[in-house]
């Protein structure tokens, strides 16, 4: 049994074409989808700040997901987050869903995805040959240096797989949380090592920005004596078996800027032909 997890926020017709094309093109069917919503959540340290009434559906087709969850025979969960307090939202989202995954594996699932391939899950669990040893299968971003602070490694939880049985023995109180911290109180400098400052150089000291995915990076790279692995997505597995649309959820206060408008436009396209297959 596999749980596709799936955070959002603001994500407009983009969350139905994801849990559409997963119901019409996967081939496996040992699967249920969990959706986790904060749209509603009064949250001061998500990215887009809180323009509308709370309650209003202002993009996140709250009512969809609802009617979805209570379909008798479809294997589908939703969970909205209305309370989030001091903790970035899409962690908090990722965390609200490892918890409620109760499957042997778990695929963490960007909103704004498409399934393209009907073996997309099929692929990754195929990669999973140790099950003591094989954590599960992400796609992987090295750190370095950008305009204003420092990034860190991390394993992107936009799509990632998950051994759930080694998940919840060595990561039980895992957090998903984001970090950024100046560069003097950053517990793990040296990774930067070699790297050029970033380029702007007024901002003194650096930040560090970790996103969601640092912490779990950390754990398997500098604390880990079980000796758990992240293997890596297959070459060009977004263009042919996932294709993402990013920039939605950021953006999500400014409907008119291009790339939401042209994104959108694209995402309605996909959405009726899939639709009428």
Not at 63 to 83: C, G, H
Not at 162 to 177: G, I, Q, S
Request: hydrophobic letters at 35%; charged letters at 30%; aromatic letters at 10%.
């Amino acid at each position: 049994m596999i749980d596709i997890l799936i955070p959002t926020r603001f994500s407009w017709d983009s969350i139905c074409l994801t849990i559409e094309s997963i119901g019409k093109r996967t081939v496996r069917q040992d699967y249920r989808v969990i959706v986790a919503d904060n749209s509603l959540a009064d949250n001061r340290f998500a990215c887009e700040p809180h323009k509308r009434p709370a309650g209003e559906d202002d993009g996140n087709r709250r009512e969809y997901l609802r009617n979805l969850a209570r379909l008798p025979f479809l294997q589908f969960a939703y969970i909205e987050v209305k309370e989030q307090g001091r903790r970035y939202g899409h962690g908090e989202n990722l965390r609200v869903l490892c918890d409620a995954s109760t499957a042997g594996y778990a695929l963490l699932l960007n909103a704004n995805s498409e399934v393209i391939r009907g073996d997309w899950l099929d692929v990754l669990l195929d990669l999973m040959k140790d099950p003591e040893h094989d954590l599960g299968v992400a796609r992987f971003r090295s750190g370095g240096a950008r305009d204003h602070d420092y990034i860190t490694p991390t394993y992107w939880p936009n799509i990632m797989l998950l051994d759930m049985r080694l998940y919840r023995r060595y990561f039980p109180d895992h957090t998903w949380e984001l970090k950024q911290v100046g560069f003097e109180n950053f517990e793990r400098p040296e990774i930067f090592t070699g790297q050029p400052p970033p380029r702007t150089p007024e901002r003194t000291p650096p930040l560090v920005f970790a996103d969601t995915g640092w912490t779990l990076y950390e754990k398997l790279h500098f604390d880990n004596p079980a000796g758990l692995g992240m293997l890596s997505l297959p070459d060009n597995y977004w263009n042919t078996a996932i294709r993402w649309r990013g920039g939605l959820d950021r953006n999500s206060h400014r409907p008119d800027h291009p790339h939401v408008v042209e994104t959108l436009a694209e995402i309605d396209r996909r959405l009726k032909a899939l639709r009428a297959e």
